[in-house]
């Protein structure tokens, strides 16, 4: 068990989201924290609501997690800052619209080395540090889009596919070595956040009604608040439990999966119309 109280977390993607709800709530129980973004006036924004309510250890660090030389000097700074550093949150992530068509390779690979590489460099950046550890943990988010693939995300579900498989494995290894240090891997469903509507559009699309239906069909599904999904992580943190699966929509879809798992998706197509025609009041 990791207890949250008296630990000392780095969450990226610190300043928005499922990010932002993490910190707020580990500050809440008792944890110190170190928050990386890209966006330095969301970090502050968070840190100064925490310091409102809060005595806990906060410090700010400007990352962009697709640089692997900005993930070394946040990982040393962040056990400068906080000694007893003993769990991170590979948490930053980004989307992307499009059919495989229709994106082109740099932007791939600008969402690869986010949402997967990020994830990786983070990982092997912290892992010596919290090795160090009595207890720790490492948390990487991937998505119910690491389980089930639908159409006109090839980019992003390949990514947080990858970041499946490369956690298994990895926490496999560390239960092998008799490692302190344990794995958490997060599958969120619908969770409402902005990244639907921070994402970037495919160079080869040129309706702009896409992006806005693209929008809507996320917003339709994503009934968890960022609130409740922390909380799910913090309580799969304190569990030791290697997998989560966030919201019954994600429950619903791994089953479903599992089930049939070449033909899921012509079940999935219609619930999630049925999901926007009820938003439309239709």
Known sequence: MTAINGSAAAVTGAASGIGRALALTLAERGCDLALADRDEAGLQSVAAEIAKTTQRKVSTHRVDVGEPGQILEFAAAAAAAHPGLNIVINNAGVALLGNFNEVDQAQMEWLFDINFWGVVHGTRAFLPILAKQREAHIVNLSSIFGIVAPPGQTAYCAAKFAVRGFSESLRHELAMANSSVR?????????????????????????????????????????????????????????NQPRILIGSDARFMDLLQRFRPATYWAVLAKRIQKMMNVEKGS
């Open 183 to 239: 794995l958490t891997v997060v599958h969120p469903g619908g969770v409402a956040t902005n990244i639907a509507r921070n994402s970037r559009t495919g160079t080869g699309i040129t309706d702009n009604a896409r992006r806005a239906e693209s929008i809507d069909r996320f917003e339709a599904m994503a009934t968890k608040s960022p609130a409740a999904a922390a909380q799910r992580i913090i309580t799969g943190i304190e569990k």
